[in-house]
């Protein structure tokens, strides 16, 4: 309603964009329709890494619920400095390197695969295998950036390996640990 009402710079259409969304997230959370989990983490890490008030407050709700580590920057004037100070790379976002996440690991009943076929056209699917490498499940995937909740109750504790494959070409494994 606000933007169709008002001249807003693209700026301001995208941090109201952030705001909305961090209030739905935490009308959900307050109206106990959910908890706070890694699917709404992720949303909020999404909003955190940007560098506006939503995006401070995404991060403040992170940190008050230990689900990332945060050490506040301490900045000093050039006077102070005796080395080259190399700006850190912002976590949590996946690279084309990285298509592929799994978590939690070591997992107990179930597994969170999260992935991004950005760029990519074929098939997909994700394999998990024994430690021997036997295909043990198979799943097609749809959408370019989506995650799955695997349950893993039939599986013992071991070492497995995962596999984002497109047309029986391997794209990115990983491998994760069931511990019960």
Sequence with gaps: MIPQQNNL???????YDEYSELINLLWTLRNGTTELDSIIGEHLIE???????????????LIANDMIDYCEPIYLSDNLKSAIVIPEKIPNKISCDQRLKIFPNPAK???????????????????ISSPEGRPLFQQ??????KQYIIS???LSSSIYFIQLANDNNTIESKSFLISR
């Design 109 to 127: 009943d179930y597994i969170i695969v999260s992935y991004d076929l950005c760029g990519l056209t074929g098939n997909f699917q994700i394999i």
């Design 47 to 61: 909003i955190s890494l940007n560098d506006s008030k939503p995006g401070s407050l995404a991060r403040n709700l």
């Design 152 to 154: 893993t109750e039939k």
């Design 9 to 15: 710079s693209i700026e301001d259409l995208e941090e």
């Design 140 to 145: 097609k995937i749809t959408g370019v950036k």
